[in-house]
């Protein structure tokens, strides 16, 4: 039986992700809902130039001041999606039948944003 062993380097190939072709992935969010005590984020993921509405389930997880005086928001997000939605089709069959890779990516966000002073802003 062939050992193969999925790694950064096949993730970054292009029968992955592409990086060469795709150096970035983009997400731009569209409204957000409130969901009982968490928010839920919809948004265009757009991974190998394909472009997906996906909902991220987000919470807040806290405010404070940062050691410069700057205000420091942060969230907890996650979705899940389908693979081949974005065109990641590779796989290789086992020899116990199955298949290497999973369609579904469980991805997991930690975001944190700084407020910018209005005359920083302008």
Do not use: C
Not at 66 to 86: C, M, Q, Y
Not at 98 to 114: F, P, T
């Amino acid at each position: 039986m062939e050992n193969f062993h999925v790694t950064r380097r096949h993730l970054r190939s292009p029968d992955f992700l592409d990086v060469e072709k795709f150096p970035e992935l983009h997400f731009r969010s569209n409204r957000i809902e409130q969901a009982g005590t968490h928010q839920r984020v919809f948004g265009d993921l757009t991974i190998r130039g394909v472009k997906r509405e996906v909902v991220l389930d987000a919470e807040y997880a806290g405010r404070g001041k940062d050691p410069w005086g700057d205000e420091r928001v942060g969230f907890a997000a996650k979705t899940s999606i389908d693979r081949k939605e974005f065109g990641l089709t590779w796989n290789q069959m086992l020899e116990t039948g199955g298949i290497l890779v999973g369609d579904s990516i469980e991805i997991e966000l930690d975001v944190q944003g700084v407020r910018v002073a209005a005359q920083d802003a302008a």
